[in-house]
């Protein structure tokens, strides 16, 4: 692990979405998937497990059964047809996640989403969709968390348009028709990954714009978030990964404190802290719930960074090109605590 590849990783980030846009308008990356489906299971660690979250949530919001669950588990469904598992794993070596994959190898549903093709992950799937996010030099999973977002947004897509599709054709099955070909349903495929395609490039735009703007908003992140007792990091359930991403990077990096918290829950689980602590809050805003969590932080007079939207009463706020599309914040605002962590993990090294 490298602190100054690790920047250079980070740098690299909008031409890497750009070329993974590019990917995703040439090919779907999923049209390979099985049929029939009834069941999605997403299984990983650390921040692969942090963005199958993010897809469990927003397939289920589609009416499809699908959950995301640690590798590490000792159990979960049983291997059966009908259930698509989906291992993810950057390197495609995580024990955890292959010990977890050898479950539901020979299944016929059994997929690997990893920066290398090649990988032992890879070898034991039934289809394998790369991350394309080139080599990071510094060790630390920063492009594939973003990629992998990118790919699950695709899967998302997909499968909601091929359930409303089923749905209507009148076919049983609450995720009967992920896997079946959607050019039979309201947008063909091309259509359907150059949605997300088109993502892509907003949040390449959003990440360049930050980067190219850093030193305007940078040293004043890191010295707001600079205290004795660490970093924390809130955001709403649907974009849960960017706070435990931003508290991993500064864990991870420079080997400080850090924790994420889903917003309306901090007011049952976290709120505890900010009482005692000099308790500086990454808040990344969206949730209904916002304004309970913002109450007992300004109460408390704890130190809030705001990221992407204006915050009553936020010590500052951080905006950037695009962060009214929630879609952009969530591939996007990671890279402010991931920047501040490049910083201390370089003055520390």
Known sequence: MDPRLFLADLEAKPESLRHLAATLSADDPWAGLPDPVDRVLLLGMGSSRYAAEMAALRLRAAGIDAIAEYASTATSYPARPGTLVIAISATGTSIETLDAAARYQGSGHLV????????????????????????????????????????????????????????GSGRRGAAGSVGRDAAGSGRSDAALAGSVAALARRAADATEDLLARRDAWLPRAIELLDGPHGVYALAPAERLSSALQSALM?????????????TGD???????????????????????????????????????????????????????????????????????AELVAAHWWASAA
């Open 250 to 262: 500064v864990r991870e990096g420079p080997r400080r404190p850090a924790d994420g918290c889903e």
């Open 112 to 167: 690997a989403l990893t920066n290398v093709p090649d990988s032992p992950l890879a070898t034991s799937a039934d289809l394998v969709v790369p991350m394309h996010a080139g080599t990071e030099r510094g060790g630390v999973a920063c492009r594939t968390f973003q990629h992998t977002l990118v790919l699950l947004l695709a899967l998302v897509d997909r499968a909601t348009e091929a359930h409303r599709d089923a749905a």
């Open 266 to 336: 901090w007011s049952h689980v976290d709120v505890y802290l900010a009482k005692t602590l000099d308790y500086r809050a990454l808040f990344l805003p969206g949730s209904r719930y916002d304004a309970a969590a913002l109450e007992w932080l300004r109460t408390r007079k704890s130190t809030v960074l705001a990221v992407g939207a204006e915050v009553p009463d936020a010590t500052a706020v951080i905006r950037y090109a695009g962060d009214d599309d929630e879609q952009v914040r969530l591939l996007t605002e990671s890279l402010v």
